[in-house]
Each structure stands twice: as C-alpha cells, then as structure tokens.
C-alpha cells in the first residue's frame, strides 16, 4: 500500500516544477512501461497492479516493482481509468546533439501544445528521426500529455532544447523551413539530408530564424482552408522527404 | 441576458441525445461561427460578447443575433476559456450521398474518437474531398470536439452515416482499404478516383468489409514503431493519391 507521502511525491511529478526539482518524471499504461524498460532510460521505481505483475512478471523483475491495488494506481495516475501501472523515471540530461550531415533532424520553434509535441515525436520515430532540437518556449519532453501522446516513441529519440539561433548559426547542413508559401513539397527536390523546422502552432516560424532557412517549403492545398495543425504538416512533410529519398 | 431556461437548453446541446431531441447543435469560437455564417447550414441564434459583435457586425446582422456578457458566455461555452461566442445551428438531415465516379471519397470505419474524426474532416477539406461515409459506430459529427476540431470545414464537408457493408456493395468504384501491411504508398498506382477507407482506432478495419476492398495499402514505416495515429494516416494516404494525380 502507498502512504501518504509517497503518493503526494508522485502526484507532484505533474507539476513541471517538481520534474525539475526532483529530475524524474512519470510514464503510465503497460505499453509504455515495457518500452522504458527495454530502452537506455533509468527507472527508479515502477508500480503495478497484481495484473499486470503477473502479465508481463519477466520484463517487470528485473526492476524495482512494488504492487499495488487498483485504487492506488488510481489515486497515483493521470489517466481518468488505469489499470496497468506507473513507472518513475529518472530524466536524462539536456546534452547538445551532434547533427551529422547524412540524416535529417527535425527542429521545433514554440511549439507550445504538449499532445503536438508527442505525435511528433511519435512521428519522428516512425520516418526513422532520431534527434529532435527544441526552442526553449518548445513544450517540456518530460510532461505526462507528451510522454502520453508519443505512445511509447520518446524512448527512441534524442531531444534538445536550446537557443534555436545559435544553434542554426553553426549548421552547416539544408534548413528546411515549413511555410504556408514556399516550394510545394510535391514537385520539390529534397536534399539528401538536413533540418526540418517546424514553426508554432498559431505564429508560424520566429522571425529571427528566417536569415538560416535555405529552403522554404509548403504542402499543397486542394481547397481554402487555412491550415493544417502543425503535428498533421510534420507528418507529411517527413512523407514527401523520405519518399523522395527512395 | 440569458434566462435559465436558455443556458439549460444550450447546455443540454453538450448531450448526444438533446441534440438528436431538438434536432440543433453548438458552434464556438468567431471563426467557426463565421463559416457557418457563409454556409448553408441554418442558424437558429447566434450569441456573442459586444467585443464580437461590434468586430463582425456585417457578417452577424444577417442573423439572429444577442449580445450577452462574457459571464453568460461562460456559462454555455463548452470552452475553458471563451470570449467571443456561440451559435446554435440547425442539423442536417443524413441524407444519402451520391457518389461520383471521378472523385476521391473518404469512408471510415468505426472512428470512435471525436478529436480524430474533426481532424479527418479538416484533413478532408484540405486536400478537396467533399464527401465522407461514416459506419453508424463512428463519432457523431455534430459532437462539439468533432465541430471544434474541424476549424470550420464542417461546413464543406458532406457526410453521410450508414451501414458500410450495404453501402459498398453498391459501389462500382476502387475501394482502397489501409492496413498495417499493404501495398507501399510511396510506390503504389493510385486509381484516378476512389474510395479511401481508413478503420477504427484500436482494432483496424473490420473484417465484414474487407471482401470489397479492391487494393491494401499502407504507409511504410522506417522503424519499429507499431502505428500511425488514424487522422495522420488519413492525411499521409490522401497526400500521397493527391500528388500521384498531378
């Protein structure tokens, strides 16, 4: 059974600030807990229901588990049902990223809504990307809406957040900026590799990024809608890139 | 002001069942309210804030129109935060769709989620598909976060629910059918036109309607990621059978 205090240090983890005061952060539902497990994240303590415990007993025993009944998970989860389990992570440090000159990384500006930020990341895994550099107004990686929504994929992506303009300002690589005018990415010709910058979800790209895109791109419309959400456009701008590689 | 009795009728708008009742539906937010405006749904009552109003009096005149307070927009507003407004709309009758043999048509299967059908439906609009055939398990298209979702191109957008097993039997046309393992997009001939049919969130297409699918295809994958959310699928697959027609 979990006392008080250890379901009150849990519930704080939904708060960003007590993420970044304590550096761990919570990944729910069986799926997800199996793929932290097999993945290089360190896990400081994963609850389960009996259930659960007994499903998948192998992968859980080779780390700290303690069961719990159903109505502690419940007190503990961020989900509205749960009836798997909880894990506690321990973050990993915001290190630089190397970008290597045969890959295509993608960059996020602002990219404010948390779910956004988890089916890209989800996406990303998909096409095959494995380094992601945020802004710093970019949403937190750690946040339970963005763990939630990259259905298990945050565990094979490199994210970094920094200043978006000095890190452009030492690239050397294409930077492929998505605009609602630019080169239509069904005729165009996609570099072998490069950077893929996604603006905000309302203001578009900053400004101040312009002067580093070498190419701006845009998806086609076949009617007068005014866009697309931001997640949708990564998803097809990726398509159009790797399908051109081929 | 709003008496009790129209903040509860409006409120009861929230409920499938009062909105199959009365026979209306909700739309929030200036921009949605303002294609609905310049669309052929009919509009029972608009309710805006003096700020909206004085904003869009052209368009709002046309209407049936009451200004309320901000704190009587809260109290029918199915939004966290709303300050513009709200309008209440006639629904359409499901009316059965023809479908013509020169042009893409959307079916989907059993999408449950309300968020991803409204994301379909503005992906729809995007790429110039006017028609969508829903089975009778999915979503209700004038659930709010359907109408939220859409941005607006509800208001472009025909759709008509049925059982999908009488519906394609009629059907002369390609179905194409997406599934995990199919013929790759990326390199698959897409017919001219067609029916694009994408499956339920959890369980895919159900098998019943598998014997009218002409092609399987799929979206490859460039790693061990099990699945593409449905509304991204929808918009990866119609990306690519548009690109494939020019």
Redesign the interface.
């Known amino acids: 059974m979990l006392n008080k205090n250890q379901i009150k240090f849990i519930k704080s983890l939904q708060l960003k600030k007590y993420r970044k005061e304590s550096g761990f952060f919570v990944v729910e539902g069986y799926k997800s807990i199996l793929e932290v497990i097999n993945s290089d994240f360190q896990i400081e303590q994963i609850y389960v229901t009996r259930e659960m415990y007994q499903k998948f007993k192998k992968e859980l025993d080779k780390n700290k588990v303690e069961i719990i009944s159903k109505s502690d998970l419940e007190k503990i989860s961020n989900f509205q049902s749960s009836d798997s389990g909880l894990a506690i992570v321990k973050q990993k440090e915001n290190k630089i990223l190397e970008i290597k000159e045969d890959k295509i990384v993608l960059a996020l500006d602002d990219i404010n809504d948390p779910g956004n930020l988890g089916?890209i990341i989800?996406?990303a895994?998909?096409?095959?990307i494995k380094k992601i550099i945020c802004s710093k107004e970019t949403a937190e990686f750690y946040n339970n809406k963005v763990i939630n929504a990259s259905?298990g994929?945050f565990t094979?992506i490199e994210i970094y957040y920094t200043d978006l303009v000095e890190f452009f300002a030492k690239q050397k690589i294409p930077l492929l900026g998505a605009f609602m005018q630019g080169e239509n990415v069904?005729?165009f010709k996609f570099p072998k590799s490069g950077i893929l910058l996604m603006g905000n979800e309302a203001g578009g790209i900053n400004k101040n990024l312009e002067k580093f895109i070498t190419e701006k791109i845009s998806?086609?419309?076949?009617?007068k809608?005014?866009?697309?959400?931001v997640?949708?456009a990564t998803?097809?701008i990726l398509?159009?890139w790797?399908?051109s590689l081929?």
């Open positions: 089916t989800r996406l895994d998909w096409y095959g259905m994929s094979r069904h005729t998806i086609p419309s076949f009617s809608t005014e866009s697309l959400n997640a949708m998803g097809i398509d159009n790797k399908r081929n």
